[in-house]
């Protein structure tokens, strides 16, 4: 379909109406491909007309031309319950000139889940009218996913939060830059924040927003507090939550768990950048065997399309903690570390180690294991952490050793040296411009911080080491990933070794000029103790050439947790009682951590 110029009459109005839709599921999606281009083509726009609503809910605009092309639109429908229908509106403005068309329109995953003759399991629901079988982490998120309401009825409002009528039980902190906004309909700029919602899909709901505009400046952050909660029966509670993260400077979103309130907590979770115009669901499993909060933070942006949007907030598996109103704080020493005022009373032997805030004691194998086996997570504390960004201009628990030692020896000025820095594209030299990153991986702008070999100092063959704290114990998918930016001409090498009381071997070698990009790299560890991970950048023959790395994860690191369940007919009980999935057996990979799944027996 495209418009056929008429004359150049004031504001004349082009109307595709669709035809009339009864309702949608909820993952429900309308694509289509639209043509904007000419001179003076002007804005269309895509409006959701919704019975019983006066005013249309706008879920799309172009506002001028767009080049000689054609270009694909996904929109977010989502759950629609009520009657509805589209209309794609052209307005000129007297002087129209251009071709303005759409094509290809396609519904996808509109329909509601069918029904199911049975519907057995522990993480399953079976719906009560549409006898759909859906996953029991969609029960009481705020979402009929159903279609009859049943997954939503007898859930309880204090563990759930759709922003219609204020912030429901959760805070505003008062320790931030600013405050997250309640609003209907889309936010203030354009080409960024929501359209709509996420409860009503339309422009009537409410939802929670960051603005980026002035006066908000870069990392200017606003902070969100749930009410305490306490862990019911088996100690995992479900935190479920949508966000909506679209605008070409959106900067971050993370998620931290506290339980000691004057602390900024651990982070279970983070997101960086655009990620489209639409609504993003996260689940996040939470253990915990104290009280604790839930902290929900935005970070602006360096510009003001930047906006964050939240909505839809929920618990699963929690209870509300009406014990003291707030937190145990924490004391404060000289040194700058958060200690305990006083360690607890306990027994544990040299060989144990205590629990900061409980005075609980575990295994020595248990600390740095990736696995928080304290409350506090004192026992995870001093090691290696499992994301590291270098945002905060931290070094997440890795160090130096040569460094450390030179330290004491006056005679070496460790700024000749080389070795490791952090650095970001912002404070470049001109002439480091050639081989140095301008941009970190996690942000992708000069502001973003990355770890970095100065090759203007050292000579050729030097190597700079940076290694983790010993780590105890690792389960069997256990692997390192990270980023890494090898650009320039007298590019040296990068190697990743593993270090186990007096033998190191290599893992991985990257060596030369990989161009100026940054370029994701994968290392399996799989099961180990007692190891240090080591990165080694080697100097080449010139300064042309610094080896950089970003965004360090070690995924799947924990060792394996043995539940004591029975396995299920899918699954083999390896040994040590641990099931593993069938498929994994005789792979040559030892997923048991016993090696009985690669038993020449099976």
Request: glycine share 8%; charged share 20%.
């Amino acid at each position: 379909m495209f418009i056929l110029k008429k004359n150049n009459s004031i504001s004349q109005i082009a109307q595709l109406r669709s035809p009339k839709f009864r309702q949608t599921g909820s993952n429900c999606t309308l694509s289509f491909w639209y043509y904007n281009y000419g001179q003076s083509v002007g804005a269309a726009e895509l409006q959701l007309l919704v019975d019983g609503l006066k005013k249309p809910t706008v879920l799309w605009r172009t506002y001028y031309s767009e080049g000689n092309q054609w270009l694909r639109a996904v929109i977010q429908l989502g759950r629609l319950p009520h009657p509805f229908q589209f209309s794609l509106d052209k307005i000129s403005l007297g002087i129209y000139e251009g071709v303005s068309a759409i094509d290809d329109i396609r519904f996808e995953n509109c329909a509601l889940p069918p029904p199911a003759l049975s519907c057995e399991g522990p993480n399953r629901f079976w719906c009560r009218d549409t006898k759909a079988c859906i996953d029991s982490l969609l029960v009481c998120d705020l979402v009929d996913d159903c279609g009859d309401g049943s997954d939503e009825d007898s859930c309880d409002p204090d563990l759930q939060c759709n922003f219609e009528n204020g912030l429901c039980n959760w805070e505003q902190d008062v320790r931030d830059d600013f405050d997250w906004i309640r609003i209907r309909g889309p936010t203030p700029t354009v080409n960024t924040g929501p359209l709509k919602d996420h409860t009503t899909g339309t422009a009537r709901g409410h939802y929670l927003y960051l603005e980026s505009s002035e006066p908000r400046r870069f990392q200017d952050k606003a902070v969100l507090l749930s009410p305490l909660f306490h862990p019911s029966g088996n100690g995992t509670c479900v935190f479920r939550f949508h966000y909506h993260m679209f605008g070409k400077e959106v900067y971050k979103l993370s998620v931290f768990q506290r339980t000691v309130s004057n602390t900024k907590g651990w982070l279970l979770w983070y997101k960086f950048g655009n990620q489209g115009n639409r609504w993003i669901r996260q689940t996040l499993f939470i253990s915990s065997s104290k009280p604790f909060q839930i902290l929900v933070k935005g970070i602006v942006g360096d510009g003001f399309t930047g906006d964050i949007g939240l909505d839809d907030v929920s618990f699963l598996g929690c209870a509300l903690y009406y014990g003291k109103r707030n937190l145990p704080t924490i004391s404060t020493t000289t040194s700058g570390t958060s200690v305990p005022a006083t360690l607890p009373m306990n027994n544990c032997t040299e060989k144990e180690f205590v629990c900061r805030a409980s005075g609980h004691c575990i295994q020595m194998m248990q600390k740095c294991d990736f696995r928080p086996d304290c409350s506090d997570k004192s026992d995870e504390s001093a090691c290696v952490m499992e994301v590291c960004d270098f945002e905060d201009k931290d070094l997440c628990g890795w160090h130096q050793p040569a460094l450390e030692q030179m330290s004491g020896n006056y005679s070496i000025p460790i700024r000749k040296t080389f070795k490791w820095q952090l650095g970001r594209g912002a404070n470049l030299y001109p002439e480091q411009e050639q081989h140095c990153p301008l941009t970190d991986h996690t942000t992708c702008t000069e502001e973003g911080w990355y770890l970095f070999a100065d090759s203007s100092n050292g000579e050729f063959g030097h190597t700079a080491d940076i290694a983790t704290p010993v780590i105890s114990l690792t389960g069997p998918r256990c692997k390192i990933i990270f980023w890494n930016h090898m650009n320039g001409s007298t590019i040296g090498s990068l190697e990743v070794l593993y270090k186990s009381s007096n033998k190191t071997s290599k893992l991985w070698t990257q060596s030369g000029s990989q161009g100026p990009q940054w370029n994701r790299a994968e290392v399996f560890l799989g099961i180990h103790s007692n190891f240090q991970v080591i990165f080694r950048a080697k100097h080449g023959v010139s300064y042309m050439g610094d080896v950089a790395v970003d965004d360090i994860t070690f995924e799947d690191c924990s060792p394996l947790l043995i539940s004591g369940k029975p396995c299920t007919s899918e699954e083999f009980m390896c040994a040590n009682k641990y099931c593993i999935p069938k498929n994994n057996l005789c792979d040559f990979v030892n997923d048991c951590e016993d090696n009985s799944d690669e038993s020449p027996s099976i």
